[in-house]
């Protein structure tokens, strides 16, 4: 599993929710976390606003920063590989359900 360099962040190191460490590699796009997350089938994380298209800039961050950004995807932490979880709004519940290559992102 990829890594980035160890940094600081901003929760407690025992509320750390994922079984992956906080500085491992994870996909965002610049308006995360309101709208899909997923665990794509070789076990990456990709935390996106949804339908991600050529003109999106994808950038990569560690999870631990996605977690600081927003600590309710901590509720996501036990989606398996090959699942997606994804919302209409940071106020609504997460959906989760398996993917297949017709709503997965490329990234």
């Known amino acids: 599993m990829a890594t980035v360099s160890d940094h600081q962040h901003n929760f407690l190191p025992d509320a750390w929710p994922f079984a992956a460490p906080d500085n491992t590699l994870a996909y965002t796009s610049p308006q995360i976390l309101d709208g899909a997350v997923f665990h794509d089938h070789d076990g990456e994380w990709q935390f996106l606003h949804g339908e991600v298209t050529d ?13 600081s950004h927003d600590k309710s995807i901590g509720i996501l932490s036990d989606l398996q590989p090959g699942w997606m979880a994804y919302r209409d709004s940071a106020d609504m519940p997460w959906q989760s359900e398996p993917y297949t290559s017709e709503n997965s992102v490329e990234v």
Do not use: L, V
């Not at 994808?58 to 999870?63: G, L, R, V």
């Open 55 to 67: 003109q999106d800039e994808c950038k990569i961050i560690c999870m631990g920063c996605a977690y």
